[in-house]
């Protein structure tokens, strides 16, 4: 049967390998459709990239001549403290950007798609909003609800927890939370969205049957909705953990770094490397691993979102 079954398709292959040679297309047809994009992104990125890693291997601070010192930028940046922490810091974020946002997304998304609110396009417009918004402005915003005499202190105080009032953004321990928040609410619109996107190609007809079998809202929930959406789900992931490791914008206009180096994240020292302290071997060397690991994320994530699509 497999015999016959190869000798039915061979014929079928000559006639397309004849078929292409008739209308001149070859192997490598394909690719040459394609050269020019490929042409572009090499010139645009992969070349950058490549010059990047390669300014890693040096010491240049664009007034001495480069001096090759191989690794030893990496190795000076998983000893400096201030360096690695950069990047826990950026962990920390993530929890904010990425994971608040799916949690909170999620309950206000199946909200939004279980009660069938009218004008449901305008809430969608509404909670997307922050993503359309310049982050300078969100940050300058922000920046002015935290400050000592901003709407957050002043509700603080009008509910008599003045005590609990401070300088949000120059507290030590509360910068990178504060910052966080800011992250927290510019995600969640995107990733409710999302989630509605996909919760609208559920069929009603579930949720009926489910509720005929005394199913509550709950139960309707992590039985029909939650796995209709591990797609949408990782989708999400990735882009607010990619937003959240690339965080510069608001970092910059509302903290600089700081107090100290409390809230200073991977892309914020690239930044000081390179123009606050003029050393470029060690700000490219942070951006390559900033990369690679961002890189690795989303090679996990598709590979949790190919096996979902699968499931």
């Known amino acids: 049967m497999a015999t016959s079954s190869r000798a039915e398709l061979r014929p079928s292959r000559l006639a397309r390998q004849r078929r292409a040679a008739r209308e001149g297309r070859t192997a490598a047809t394909p690719y040459l459709y394609i050269a020019p994009a490929l042409v572009i992104y090499a010139a645009f990125l992969l070349f950058p990239l490549a010059r990047a890693a390669q300014f890693s291997l040096f010491a240049w601070d664009t007034v001495s001549p480069a001096k090759f010192v191989g690794f030893g ?15 826990g810091h950026s962990a920390i974020l993530i929890l904010f950007y990425a994971v608040l946002p799916i949690g909170l997304g999620l309950v206000v998304a199946a909200i939004l798609n279980r009660a069938q609110v009218r004008g449901l396009g305008f809430f969608r417009t509404v909670i997307f909003l922050p993503q359309v918004i310049a982050m300078v402005v969100v940050a300058v915003a922000w920046t002015r609800l935290y ?11 009008l509910v008599g927890l003045g005590d609990l009032a401070r300088a949000w953004l120059g507290d030590y321990t509360f910068a990178l939370p504060a910052v966080g928040l800011i992250g927290t609410w510019v995600e969640t619109g995107l990733v409710t969205v999302l989630l509605l996107a996909g919760m609208g190609r559920v069929s009603r007809d579930l949720y009926e049957a489910a509720r005929l079998d005394g199913a509550g809202p709950v139960a309707e929930f992590f039985a029909i909705t939650l796995p209709a959406v591990r797609g949408e789900i990782v989708v999400a992931a990735t ?3 990619v937003a959240a490791l690339k965080n510069f914008d608001i970092i910059y206009m509302t903290t600089r770094g700081g107090p100290g180096t409390s809230t200073a994240v991977p892309s914020y020292q690239v930044y000081n490397q390179a123009f606050g302290l003029g050393q470029v071997g060690m700000a490219t060397t942070i951006g390559v691993t900033l990369a690679l690991l961002i890189f690795g994320i989303n090679l996990v994530l598709n590979r949790l979102g190919d096996k979902a699509a699968e499931d």
């Open 147 to 157: 400050s000592t005499d901003g709407s957050i202190n002043a509700l603080l105080r």
């Open 239 to 241: 882009l607010t953990v």
């Open 73 to 87: 930028n990496y190795v000076k940046m998983f000893s400096d403290p201030d360096l690695l922490g950069s990047f």
